[in-house]
């Protein structure tokens, strides 16, 4: 009788596994650097620190009492109306946001030390996927909010910023993981692209030594 029962309950436990992946997609963002970049002279010289905060919170569109923050979007019908599956991250976002601009840094010359009296903050405010329902094709645009500053060894502000950035994958046939994940790399690629080609942020960069 024993054995019939746990026989039944780790069918139940396969079943539920199962259905949970029909619900659920599960997506690794990868920021895609820029090409060609050059080292700015006297960043070699320069330590600093990058902390990324999410704060989004449970009204923002996408966060659930289920998944929590790792939700960045769902699916929809073709009715347009919210559905499965629950758009999920592998990674927590702000970890992934954090690692990709240190690998932009680096790239720069700038050295990353946790110790830095040279802090760079973000805040992460919005990073979200929809799909954008049309009579025979949809778009899976993402939007991506984050406020960005530079902060000095005594805590003063040498940049200040909020960039507001979207990426799209035009003629999303499937309104899943797949076709919202391009869309949410592009709009990370896009926020950091526009932060690195601010004349002012490198500036404060330079200033802060």
């Given at each position: 009788m024993f054995k019939a029962l746990a026989l039944v309950y780790a069918f139940a436990v396969i079943s539920l596994a199962g259905c949970e992946s029909l619900h659920v997609d599960r997506i690794t963002l990868q920021h895609m650097q820029q090409k060609e970049i050059r080292?700015?002279?006297?960043?070699?010289?320069?330590?600093?620190?990058?902390?990324?905060?999410?704060?989004?919170?449970?009204?923002?569109?996408?966060?659930?009492?289920?998944?929590?923050?790792?939700?960045?979007?769902?699916?929809?019908?073709?009715?347009?109306?919210?559905?499965?599956?629950?758009?999920?991250?592998?990674?927590?976002?702000?970890?992934?946001?954090?690692?990709?601009?240190?690998?932009?840094?680096?790239?720069?010359?700038?050295?990353?030390?946790?110790n830095a009296n040279l802090i760079i903050e973000i805040d992460i405010n919005t990073f979200?996927?929809?799909?954008?329902?049309?009579?025979?094709?949809?778009?899976?645009?993402?939007?991506?909010?984050i406020d960005v500053k530079v902060l000095s060894n005594t805590g003063y502000i040498l940049y200040s910023r909020r960039i507001a950035e979207q990426g799209d994958k035009a003629w999303a046939s499937t309104m899943s993981g797949e076709d919202a994940k391009i869309a949410?790399?592009?709009?990370?690629?896009?926020?950091?692209?526009?932060?690195?080609?601010d004349g002012a942020f490198m500036s404060a960069l330079l200033r802060g030594n």
């Amino acid at each position: 009788m024993f054995k019939a029962l746990a026989l039944v309950y780790a069918f139940a436990v396969i079943s539920l596994a199962g259905c949970e992946s029909l619900h659920v997609d599960r997506i690794t963002l990868q920021h895609m650097q820029q090409k060609e970049i050059r080292v700015v002279p006297g960043a070699a010289n320069i330590s600093l620190v990058v902390k990324a905060i999410d704060k989004r919170d449970y009204l923002a569109p996408g966060i659930s009492r289920k998944w929590g923050k790792a939700v960045v979007g769902y699916g929809r019908n073709g009715l347009g109306e919210e559905t499965y599956p629950d758009i999920i991250v592998t990674e927590p976002v702000e970890l992934t946001l954090k690692r990709s601009i240190e690998d932009e840094l680096k790239a720069r010359g700038f050295q990353i030390d946790q110790n830095a009296n040279l802090i760079i903050e973000i805040d992460i405010n919005t990073f979200f996927n929809d799909y954008k329902v049309g009579f025979i094709f949809s778009d899976s645009v993402a939007d991506f909010n984050i406020d960005v500053k530079v902060l000095s060894n005594t805590g003063y502000i040498l940049y200040s910023r909020r960039i507001a950035e979207q990426g799209d994958k035009a003629w999303a046939s499937t309104m899943s993981g797949e076709d919202a994940k391009i869309a949410l790399n592009r709009a990370v690629d896009n926020g950091i692209n526009a932060l690195f080609s601010d004349g002012a942020f490198m500036s404060a960069l330079l200033r802060g030594n």
